[in-house]
């Protein structure tokens, strides 16, 4: 059974770091044979603030607007989904909630596991990710990354270079994650009955 998985950036500010995490963690799903990984950047999908006088639940797979149908559409592609996210005052940013917000059906009965930074490594934004993704009818990963706070600091003020070692200590839990993630990923996508 071939699965894909989309990797997520979740952060569109200019000179951002989630695209170095979310690269690292593209290559190691990238690398299963059985597995088609796909890195989706938010910054491809500049959605409105969702406005709409109904949830995209009553949509019927109409989207009022092209840059949120194309997002709905790949959101749709995926069997589980990797996201990743920085922490803003003890939550992940509003463009990704944005992103969760623009659909609904195209979420629902697919894993999500997160990776995150920030204040405690993220873990209060993953935590928000996981009530989201539960009302959006998925199944959220109990295993996360949490990058230590001097990977993203020593990033961000150039002191190293960004190469495959700097997330070494984060490995151990991106394999969990990984494994756990695949596992939910083929159970559901066979629970689903979805020829993909």
């Known amino acids: ?21 979310a690269r690292w ?4 799903i990238a690398a299963r044979s059985d597995v088609n ?6 910054r491809d999908y500049p959605l409105p603030f969702f406005d709409q006088p109904v949830s995209p639940a ?17 959101v749709d592609e995926a069997d589980g989904y990797v996201v990743v996210a920085p922490e803003y ?11 969760f917000d623009w659909a609904f059906h195209e979420w629902n009965n697919k894993p999500i596991a997160f990776v995150s930074y920030g204040g405690v ?24 990354v949490h990058l230590p706070p001097e990977v993203y600091r ?16 984060s490995q151990p839990a991106a394999d969990r994650m990984i494994e756990q993630l695949l596992w939910w990923t083929r159970a559901l996508k066979e629970a689903r009955g979805t020829p993909r």
């Open 37 to 42: 990984a796909d890195l989706i950047d938010l």
């Open 89 to 99: 005052n003890h939550a992940y940013p509003a463009v990704l909630k944005n992103a």
């Open 121 to 144: 490594g993220g873990a209060r934004a993953v935590e928000q990710m996981r009530l989201v993704a539960i009302e959006l009818e998925m199944a959220p990963i109990r295993f996360a």
């Open 58 to 74: 009553r949509f019927k797979g109409t989207y009022p607007n092209p840059v949120a149908a194309a997002w709905a559409k790949k």
């Open 25 to 28: 963690i593209h290559d190691q």
């Open 154 to 169: 020593a990033v961000m003020n150039e002191q190293v270079p960004v190469d495959p070692h700097l997330f070494q200590l």
């Open 1 to 21: 059974m071939s699965l894909t998985i989309h990797t997520i950036i979740g952060s569109t500010r200019p000179q951002r770091f989630s695209d170095k995490p």
